[in-house]
């Protein structure tokens, strides 16, 4: 199946809401210098989905780690 997501190799993500992009994006940062990745991670996070849809999903992400 060669959809637009497989092309682009959105299907080696983590699940939305797991944590696993966050982590990987807070790694990357950290990688690059960055003083506090988890709050830069944070920050791009709300920008692209918004204050609501992150709250839910750092909520799901901190219920399915615990």
């Known amino acids: 199946m060669t959809g637009k997501h497989k092309a ?17 994006l807070s790694k990357k940062l950290k990688a690059k210098g960055v003083k506090d ?11 692209k989905y918004g204050a609501r849809k992150m709250a839910a999903m750092s909520a799901a992400g901190r219920t399915s780690t615990a």
Do not use: H, N, Q, T
């Open 8 to 24: 682009r190799g959105d299907a080696a993500k983590a699940a939305l809401g797991s944590g696993g992009r966050f982590k990987a």
């Open 37 to 47: 990745p988890d709050a830069l991670a944070a920050s791009i996070g709300r920008k």
